[in-house]
């Protein structure tokens, strides 16, 4: 095995396992230690310090870096119109939703990583109300603030839309030119529809006031243990209108919140009513 740059100890692992799970939720197995040495490693060299255990009291001493460590240890994978048997259910509850005179449809996407899921989202609906300006309002959170500034400039590689058809390539994004050759970026109409906040669903307050008529959280609840999961499903629950929907990853099951939501198709819930 190729010796590694920075003496990384077990002890050094374990701090850093908790520290991550105590500031994010995040879980992370014994099996990460590979993964975590290469993404704090970034970070030892980004600050000059020569040691795992010099980062760690530089962590202590340091406020600011605390953003970084976090965005250090965050995953993000994502694809426009990833599951995508989520869309079309999606739009036909933002329908519903307006039929009931909701104005506009609300829709937060809960772990938006670099924007594709909620522009997926904002796709999907200008296609089912068949304008440009539907009356629809999406938040784009992510624990991840480097991923949520990246979101909010809606500018990707090429490669990143090669599996949508042509035509919505077409209807949907703009094609880079000169020194944007190669990129392309959503348009304006779509990225109006989308406002990006970066927000720890561990925090003790979240900014939302009003109710949505669905959440997206799909993808991540797989990094929290069963007991944290509750805890942010728990606070999602009145959040949702009583007809609105909680659409959740392929890998992701909520029996152990029987209490707070029903299956309503595949992995997607409803609010149950509380007593």
Same mark, same amino acid.
């Given at each position: 095995?190729?010796?590694?740059?920075?003496?990384?100890?077990?002890?050094?692992?374990?701090?850093?396992?908790?520290?991550?799970?105590?500031?994010?939720?995040?879980?992370?197995?014994?099996? &990460?230690?590979?993964?975590?040495?290469?993404?704090? $490693?970034?970070?030892?060299?980004?600050?000059?310090?020569?040691?795992?255990?010099?980062?760690?009291?530089?962590?202590?001493?340091?406020?600011?870096?605390?953003?970084?460590?976090?965005?250090?240890?965050?995953?993000?994978?994502?694809?426009?119109?990833?599951?995508?048997?989520?869309?079309?259910?999606?739009?036909?509850?933002?329908?519903?939703?307006?039929?009931?005179?909701?104005?506009?449809?609300?829709?937060?996407?809960?772990?938006?990583?670099?924007?594709?899921?909620?522009?997926?989202?904002?796709?999907?609906?200008?296609?089912?109300?068949?304008?440009?300006?539907?009356?629809?309002?999406?938040?784009?959170?992510?624990?991840?603030?480097?991923?949520?500034?990246?979101?909010?400039? $809606?500018?990707?590689?090429?490669?990143?839309?090669?599996?949508?058809?042509?035509?919505?390539?077409?209807?949907?994004?703009?094609?880079?030119?000169?020194?944007? $050759?190669?990129?392309?970026?959503?348009?304006?109409?779509?990225?109006?529809?989308?406002?990006?906040?970066?927000?720890?669903?561990?925090?003790?307050?979240?900014?939302? &006031?009003?109710?949505?008529?669905?959440?997206?959280?799909?993808?991540?609840?797989?990094?929290?243990? &069963?007991?944290?999961?509750?805890?942010?499903?728990?606070?999602?629950?009145?959040?949702?209108?009583?007809?609105?929907?909680?659409?959740?990853?392929?890998?992701?099951?909520?029996?152990?919140?029987?209490?707070?939501?029903?299956?309503?198709?595949?992995?997607?819930? $409803?609010?149950?009513?509380?007593?």
């Amino acid at each position: 095995m190729r010796e590694r740059e920075f003496a990384f100890t077990d002890r050094d692992f374990e701090r850093i396992r908790t520290l991550i799970y105590q500031h994010a939720g995040i879980s992370l197995s014994s099996a &990460k230690v590979d993964m975590v040495y290469s993404r704090i $490693a970034r970070r030892l060299r980004a600050t000059g310090l020569v040691s795992f255990q010099d980062y760690l009291r530089y962590l202590d001493e340091t406020p600011e870096e605390w953003q970084n460590f976090i965005n250090s240890l965050t995953t993000n994978l994502t694809s426009f119109f990833r599951e995508s048997h989520h869309f079309p259910i999606l739009a036909q509850c933002a329908l519903d939703a307006r039929r009931r005179g909701h104005h506009p449809v609300t829709l937060w996407s809960s772990a938006c990583s670099t924007g594709e899921e909620p522009y997926s989202m904002a796709m999907s609906l200008i296609d089912a109300f068949g304008t440009w300006s539907p009356p629809v309002r999406i938040l784009a959170t992510d624990l991840d603030t480097n991923v949520v500034q990246q979101a909010a400039q $809606a500018v990707y590689p090429l490669e990143r839309v090669e599996k949508l058809p042509e035509a919505d390539v077409k209807r949907f994004f703009l094609r880079g030119r000169e020194s944007q $050759a190669g990129m392309v970026r959503l348009r304006p109409e779509v990225r109006a529809l989308v406002t990006f906040r970066p927000l720890n669903l561990l925090s003790d307050s979240w900014p939302m &006031k009003g109710r949505f008529d669905a959440i997206f959280c799909r993808n991540v609840l797989i990094y929290f243990d &069963k007991a944290t999961q509750y805890k942010i499903l728990e606070r999602f629950h009145p959040l949702l209108r009583p007809e609105g929907l909680l659409f959740v990853g392929h890998s992701e099951s909520l029996t152990h919140v029987s209490d707070l939501f029903r299956l309503q198709g595949k992995t997607v819930y $409803a609010p149950l009513a509380r007593m």
